[in-house]
């Protein structure tokens, strides 16, 4: 009896090993005002009204010297009217700045492939410890703003302007920053303590009422989240024109993978590599309704996606089976866990890249979070066709001409140390 009693044992224990499918679904609401912070494990964690914030101010520490830019970044809500403009004003010349001529200025866009290259990193050179923002002094330890810059912002039908200025990062401990009308009044010096937003990815600020908040659960609780942001998108012949989406965005702590050109129902994690890469689900995984309500999104059938999981340490697969307009912004997926990690690898941050701008006419500049030792990179076309190939050796950073490239959209492939990671951009 014993024996029979221990058998059926080791048989329930075994098949609680065996993950079911589960399907799942989350709605962010009516215009996609609502973000949703989710785990592949949990479920539903939390939700935050993402129109009550137009600045986010990273509050992760250094790392230095493997990744120092994911305590600087500072990114901004483009999906909810949020624009800035790059001046050639310096923070010395703050009295006089004027706005003339500014839609001829450099507008700045978040990097939706990391959340580490936010609008105000745009010109940044790691290897000089330069965030575009403001570079890294040796004798306070501060990084010290350089820039001012301009803030438009959607009220309604009507936009507000502010002048400002990043006036430093004091020791990867607090942000100081001042912002103030056009013409210099109601001028506001703001602090923001990074250690009063412990454990999570950003501190946020509204402008228009002059307050800081926090909006995101703890980073160790959630694995994606859903919500609106701003990206290049090609609604046409090229060049792609930045453009609102709903879709998803994995926690860094989250590695993550596409698979394409597969059986969905039958990839496992045995052939998958992971990578500290935001967009990795994105919004692309549908194509528009052909047709009014209630035409719902297209799927593409034979795209598979896997996130490990911070909950239990589990790859997770997961696909979509319906995108509705009927209910905005819901997403109804399933997932699947598999035992242990069984992944074929896990890509570190030190070996992640980010390239830039994005999209470009001249030059992509790549920047690795760490030097790498030996390299190849590989640039492809979206027919598969090998454009270019070149090596580096000991380096964090390196640039490419691609002036003479057709316009259209190209992958760029970094192959070190037996890892590669790719990376979309557009020539325009």
């Known amino acids: 009896m014993k024996?029979?009693?221990?058998?059926?044992?080791l048989l329930a224990a075994f098949s609680s090993l065996i993950a079911q499918t589960v399907s799942d679904s989350v709605m962010m609401k009516a215009?996609?005002?609502?973000?949703?912070?989710?785990?592949?494990?949990?479920?539903?964690?939390?939700s935050s009204n993402n129109s009550t914030w137009q600045l986010a101010f990273a509050t992760r520490p250094s790392l230095f010297p493997n990744n120092t830019l994911q305590s600087t970044s500072i990114r901004i809500n483009e999906a909810r009217g949020v624009n800035v403009f790059k001046s050639n004003f310096t923070i010395s010349?703050?009295?006089s700045f004027d706005s003339a001529g500014f839609k001829n200025w450099v507008s700045l866009h978040d990097n939706d492939s990391s959340w580490d290259y936010g609008a105000f990193n745009y010109g940044l050179n790691v290897a000089q410890f330069n965030y575009g923002w403001g570079s890294y002094d040796q004798t306070s330890h501060d990084v010290i703003g350089t820039n001012v810059y301009l803030i438009k912002i959607k009220n309604g039908t009507t936009f507000n302007y502010r002048k400002f200025m990043i006036q430093r990062l004091?020791?990867?401990?607090?942000?100081?920053?001042?912002f103030a009308n056009l013409d210099g009044t109601d001028s506001n010096t703001v602090r923001i303590t990074k250690s009063s937003y412990a454990n999570k990815l950003f501190a946020y600020y509204n402008l228009t009422n002059k307050t800081q908040f926090n909006r995101e659960p703890n980073a160790n609780l959630w694995d994606m989240v859903f919500t609106y942001f701003n990206t290049p998108v090609l609604l046409g012949p090229p060049p792609a024109v930045q453009y609102?989406?709903?879709?998803?965005?994995?926690?860094?702590?989250?590695p993550s993978a596409r698979i394409m050109h597969i059986d969905k129902n039958a990839v496992t994690p045995a052939s998958v590599t992971l990578f500290n890469q935001a967009n990795n689900i994105s919004w692309d995984w549908s194509n528009p309704p052909m047709g009014p309500p209630p035409a719902d999104y297209s799927l593409i059938d034979s795209m598979a996606f896997f996130v490990l999981c911070q909950a239990d340490n589990r790859p997770y697969r997961l696909y979509f089976t319906k995108y509705t307009t009927t209910d905005p912004g819901k997403f109804i997926f399933n997932k699947k866990s598999f035992q242990g990690t069984g992944i074929a690898d896990i890509k570190s941050n030190s070996n992640s890249f980010e390239v830039y701008p994005n999209p470009t006419s001249s030059v992509i500049n790549m920047v690795m979070n760490g030097n790498v030792k030996n390299a190849t990179i590989h640039i492809f076309d979206i027919t598969g066709k090998n454009i270019s190939t070149s090596t580096f050796f000991n380096q964090?950073?390196?640039?490419?001409?691609?002036?003479?490239?057709?316009?259209?959209?190209?992958?760029?492939?970094?192959?070190?140390?037996?890892?590669?990671?790719?990376?979309?951009?557009?020539?325009?």
């Not at 215009?31 to 939390?46: A, E, H, L, Q």
């Not at 004091?170 to 001042?178: A, K, L, N």
């Not at 390196?398 to 760029?412: E, P, Q």
């Open 93 to 95: 010349q703050w009295n």
């Open 3 to 9: 024996k029979i009693l221990l058998s059926i044992s």
């Open 170 to 178: 004091v020791y990867d401990s607090q942000w100081v920053f001042t």
């Open 244 to 254: 609102n989406v709903a879709g998803i965005l994995t926690n860094p702590r989250s």
């Open 396 to 428: 964090s950073e390196t640039s490419i001409d691609v002036s003479n490239f057709n316009i259209g959209i190209y992958f760029i492939t970094l192959d070190a140390d037996g890892i590669k990671t790719s990376k979309k951009f557009i020539v325009e």
């Open 31 to 46: 215009g996609y005002t609502t973000d949703i912070f989710y785990s592949m494990k949990n479920g539903f964690v939390d």
